[in-house]
């Protein structure tokens, strides 16, 4: 399963931006789905998490301005960013727990390419 993240950007603080990430592949089901960020210098850190119910979670730093979705049908997991911080400044990567509905059944965690956001002070 490969995951491929777009919507970054350079934004001014305040600003908004929405990161999408696709997945693709042959006859698999996702499961929790996740942005994960790193800013330079930095570790990188979980910034929200969708599970397949559709229940999410969010790190301190990011509740009540970002909202994650997905959308089951097209296999994609969305990234609302809200009133924007310069330190929100980082990539931002998408990473996603799957498992194969044919045999072999297989599981498996794939992470896209990450996708910079810049927010500019």
């Known amino acids: 399963v490969q995951l491929q993240a777009s919507g970054g950007g350079l934004v001014q603080t305040g600003g908004s931006l929405r990161l999408s990430c696709a997945a693709s592949g042959s006859t698999f089901k996702l499961n929790a789905m996740n942005w994960h960020r790193q800013a330079p210098g930095k570790q990188r850190e979980l910034v929200a998490g969708?599970?397949?119910?559709?229940?999410?979670t969010y790190a301190d730093s990011v509740k009540g301005r970002f909202t994650i979705s997905r959308d089951n049908a097209k296999n994609t997991v969305y990234l609302q960013m809200n009133s924007l911080k310069f330190e929100d400044t980082a990539v931002y990567y998408c990473e996603a727990d799957w498992y194969t509905t044919s045999e072999p059944i297989e599981v498996g965690r794939s992470w896209g390419q990450g996708t910079l956001v810049t927010v500019s002070s």
């Open positions: 969708v599970s397949s119910g559709g229940s999410t």
